[in-house]
Nanobody, 127 residues
Framework: QLQLVESGGGLVQPGGSLRLSCAAS????????IGWFRQVPGKEREGVAC????????MYADSVRGRFTLSRDNAKNRVYLQMNSLIPEDTAVYYC????????????????????WGQGIQVTVSS
């Protein structure tokens, strides 16, 4: 069974950092584009970042660009979202998503691209 599992969330003070991890089980992430999304209760899920299968292309939402960094380690079958300079507005449930693609340098933070989703993990930024 193909599964994605997020980890690394929690409570952090404004200005702090967290590193989220997305691990795959039942399949290898090699050949899959990965996206991260987040959702606040009562609001629509929004795209945060994505990384191509090659790892050479990344995209970020304007709200996180310069603060968040996405990377992948195919050998460990994991993708990491490093979140720095966190602000209260980053509080949300974060989801990783994956989709197989033959294009090594494509990615987009578009929900309909992705067929595989994790359960989500809470990130809370508060003093």
């Amino acid at each position: 069974q193909l599964q994605l599992v997020e980890s690394g969330g929690g409570l952090v003070q404004p200005g702090g950092s967290l590193r989220l991890s997305c691990a795959a089980s039942g399949f290898t992430l090699d050949g899959y584009v990965i996206g991260w999304f987040r959702q606040v209760p009562g609001k629509e899920r929004e795209g945060v970042a994505c990384i191509s299968t090659s790892g050479q292309r990344t995209m970020y939402a304007d709200s996180v660009r310069g603060r968040f960094t996405l990377s992948r380690d195919n050998a460990k079958n994991r993708v990491y979202l490093q979140m720095n300079s966190l602000i209260p507005e980053d509080t949300a449930v974060y989801y990783c998503a994956a989709e197989k693609t033959p294009f090594p340098d494509s990615c987009a933070v578009v929900q309909r691209w992705y067929g595989y989703w994790g359960q989500g993990i809470q990130v809370t930024v508060s003093s």
